[in-house]
């Protein structure tokens, strides 16, 4: 074999061997990449989860806020009530000659609504 065969054939060889490593390097570089892509979903799987868990209870706050204001209405509007049926027993305990006149003139007035508007 003469010199140039014999140094173009390490030369040869030589390149092979870059090309090698670099295609080692590569695949080091593809490994790691394929865990930090593993690591990148994960992590954000978690923020997807936090955020969801976070919106669960946000929408659990605002149904109990919402339940505890219609509980509140409620209770309000029950006791406004008994407060005026309290009120009007009074009245009606105190004038029940008044009382019973207004009632006959309102059954009055509105059965004479009833009939004109019947008959119309």
Not at 5 to 34: C, R
Not at 96 to 109: F, M, T, Y
Request: with cysteine.
């Amino acid at each position: 074999m003469s010199r140039t065969q014999f140094n173009d054939s390490t030369a040869t060889h030589q390149e092979f061997d870059k090309a090698a490593d670099g295609v080692e390097k590569v695949k080091g570089d593809l490994k790691n990449l394929k865990h930090d892509v593993a690591d990148v979903a994960r992590s954000g799987a978690s923020e997807v989860r936090q955020g969801m868990h976070d919106a669960v209870e946000a929408g659990k706050e605002t149904y109990q806020g919402a339940k505890d204001m219609a509980r509140e209405g409620y209770e309000g509007t029950k006791q406004a009530a008994c407060d005026a049926t309290s009120s009007l027993r009074d009245v009606v305990s105190d004038h029940p000659i008044a009382s019973v006149s207004i009632a006959a003139g309102a059954g009055v007035l509105l059965g004479g609504l009833l009939l004109w508007r019947l008959r119309s």
